[in-house]
């Protein structure tokens, strides 16, 4: 790693630690589904500043940071729903197409296996629904 990125990074970190401090600071009765609540979407410009610019400005822009994240949980199993929900809404609002996330969802069939790709669709296909009622 560059000095620069090290840098980076332990910002990125220590960001990452006074925001949880900021929201709980005990962090002992999170409940991550309250997210979900708390934060519906964030509007495309919040998302590119913090997963961006901000983290990265020659890197990844918000979109593909997201569509990364819902591999990411799909290959976890699928496991955390408030938090694919989430990143999904996060991931339209960045510009992401439903074709896009859906297509990032069945790439991680071959790693997460076929159970967690469909459950991680079955979601992505609720939030669509929620979406398209609004």
């Given amino acids: ?6 840098r980076l990074f332990q ?11 900021a929201f709980n600071p005990a962090l002992e009765h999170v409940d991550t ?13 919040v998302l590119e500043m913090w997963f961006g610019r901000t983290f990265n400005r020659e890197g990844l ?9 819902i591999g990411a949980i799909t290959v ?5 729903e408030p938090q694919l ?3 999904i809404r996060h991931a339209l609002e960045a510009g992401a197409t439903k074709r896009e996330i859906a297509e990032t969802i069945y790439q991680m069939s071959m790693f997460a ?9 079955d979601i992505a296909a609720s939030v669509y629904d929620e979406e398209d009622e609004a």
């Fill in 76 to 80: 976890q199993g699928a496991l955390a």
């Fill in 33 to 45: 589904r309250a997210f979900e609540k708390l934060v519906p979407t964030m509007p495309a410009d």
């Fill in 11 to 21: 910002q990125m970190l220590a960001s990452g630690q006074e925001m949880a401090r």
């Fill in 85 to 87: 929900r989430l990143t």
């Fill in 113 to 121: 296996g076929l159970p967690a790709m469909q459950k991680a669709l």
């Fill in 61 to 69: 822009d918000a979109k593909t940071r997201l569509l990364l994240t």
């Fill in 1 to 6: 790693m560059t000095d620069a990125f090290s």
